[in-house]
């Protein structure tokens, strides 16, 4: 039987890509015909359920996890019991800004509670272009602790390896890599269609792509294709 998984979309920085990672994998999932459960860390935000709000397969569940101390121990106490009464084999978690005071502080909470519940621990780990979010990377614990982990740039931030921390000094990738960490990469998207994208935030990146999309037939291919490459490349060496 197919084990669960819990995934886990990190980063600790904010806009370094969590929100779309996440979303690229529930696509991929739904396209793998899986139904999952989507959990929003910064409910003030929800970018990631306003495109799956409505969508077969997917159930919502909001759980304010910017928390540090006490009060994020008791918020990853409260996700838990959602997912163990959900029972859904795949969930996905998309993480606030500075998600590390609610990770990485009670990693040695998370990951033997999914364990126990039957789930992989997944992370993937948005790189961001600054020093610390390369720093950070080494430092993450739930990283450490979880049965497999991906580094992953998001293009959309940058087309320049120079640009990156990550690269400009590579100790830190190489140590992610050393460790047993994987390497990915989102591809940078045409800055037209990326409007797009923003201009549909209720709508999956999946159905922009298909035949009921309102979007030109020309950038649905390109959505199409650039969803194909970013699977490929970010999302399947994770999850499969």
């Known amino acids: 039987?197919?084990?669960k998984k819990l995934i886990i979309c990190h980063g600790d920085k904010g806009g370094v890509g969590k929100s779309m990672f996440a979303m690229l994998t529930v696509d991929f999932m739904l396209n793998k015909g899986e139904s999952l459960a989507v959990v929003e860390g910064d409910i003030e935000i929800g970018d990631v359920a306003k495109r799956f709000s409505g969508v077969k397969n997917v159930a919502g569940l909001g759980v304010?996890?910017?928390k540090s101390g006490r009060d994020a121990e008791n918020s990853i106490a409260t996700l838990f019991r959602h997912v163990e009464e959900q029972d859904?084999?795949?969930?996905?978690?998309?993480?606030?800004?500075?998600?590390?005071?609610a990770f990485d502080t009670n990693a040695e909470i998370i990951v033997p509670v999914a364990q126990?519940?039957?789930f992989e621990v997944l992370v993937a780990w948005m790189v961001g272009i600054e020093e610390a979010s390369a720093e950070l990377?080494?430092?993450s614990i739930i990283c450490q602790m979880a049965d497999r982990k991906i580094a992953v740039i998001n293009r959309h931030e940058s087309q320049h390896d120079m640009d990156f921390f990550w690269f400009t000094n590579p100790e830190y990738k190489d140590a992610w890599i050393a460790s047993g960490g994987l390497t990915g990469e989102i591809p940078e998207l045409a800055s037209r269609?990326?409007?797009c994208l923003k201009a549909h935030k209720g709508r999956s990146l999946a159905s922009l792509a298909g035949p009921d999309s309102p979007l030109h037939i020309v950038?649905?291919?390109?959505?199409?294709n650039w969803l194909k490459k970013s699977w490929t490349s970010a999302v399947q060496p994770l999850i499969d």
Do not use: Y
């Open 1 to 3: 039987m197919e084990q």
């Open 64 to 66: 304010d996890l910017d």
């Open 88 to 101: 859904c084999k795949t969930v996905v978690i998309n993480a606030p800004a500075n998600a590390k005071k």
């Open 116 to 118: 126990d519940l039957g």
């Open 137 to 139: 990377s080494e430092k």
């Open 193 to 195: 269609v990326a409007v």
């Open 219 to 224: 950038d649905r291919q390109v959505i199409k």
